[in-house]
């Protein structure tokens, strides 16, 4: 079946630290891949996305990059700030009639100045 | 502006109670999700629908029921059958499958 594994949080850091959260996937087919971001008491917003393999996706200083050798969608930012602190969650879909969003259980990032 | 609205923000039900909680959208999406969000346990799917007047379970769909009367409303209703019913829902749409969906800013029901 498809599913997604994302690592064990929390992830603390300082500001300016980098930061890499992992995130595997299971799937049939070419799955399209998403990052989504979830700010304390409210709902996921899209962070950013990749729909085939090696295509990078980018937004707000985050990468992350659609490894199908690996089966790896991680995510980095090369500094990271106060703002950032959230609940990350790493998703993917298919393109097969009769299916919803798969997610990885989120990791919280929490970042100190 | 163009979204997902979910309403209440926050609810409280007795127990024995049902309880039904609103999500509509504007952005003309043919698919609607509800998830439910517990902390440690990210997203579990409870149900969707891909286009009005048809909807399939999810995960964990005992205790709930929907209904897609509308392409642009998608009610979830917590039924007493439901042991544990406190938790995080949010709603979601898309405009199709591999595609992103698009979030409300959740529902917090809770049980008293």
């Known amino acids: 079946g498809n599913s997604v594994t994302q690592m064990e949080g929390p992830v603390t850091l300082s500001e300016e630290a980098f930061l890499t959260i992992n995130c595997t996937y299971t799937?049939?087919?070419?799955?399209?891949l998403f990052w989504y971001v979830q700010y304390p008491g409210e709902g996921l917003q899209l962070l950013l996305k990749a729909t085939k393999a090696d295509d990078k996706g980018s937004n707000k200083g985050f990468e992350a990059t659609y490894r199908k050798e690996t089966t790896s969608f991680h995510l980095e930012k090369g500094s990271v700030q106060v703002s950032d602190s959230a609940v990350y969650f790493c998703a993917l879909s298919v393109n097969q009639a009769g299916t919803a969003l798969i997610f990885g259980k989120g990791t919280t990032l929490s970042v100190s100045s | 502006d163009g979204g997902i609205t979910q309403s209440p923000k926050y609810l409280f039900r007795k127990e024995g109670q049902n309880v039904t909680l609103s999500c509509e959208q504007n952005?003309?999406?043919?698919?609607m999700y509800w998830y439910r969000q517990d902390p440690g346990q990210g997203l579990r799917l409870i149900y969707y629908s891909q286009i009005v007047n048809d909807f399939q379970k999810g995960d964990i769909a005992e205790g709930y029921s929907v209904s897609r009367e509308k392409k642009e409303s998608f009610p979830l209703t917590v039924t007493s059958a439901q042991k544990n019913p406190t938790a995080f829902y949010l709603c979601a749409s898309a405009q199709g499958t591999n595609t992103e969906a698009f979030f409300g800013q959740g529902t917090r029901l809770t049980v008293v």
């Open positions: 952005l003309n999406h043919d698919a």
């Open positions: 799937a049939t087919g070419y799955p399209s």
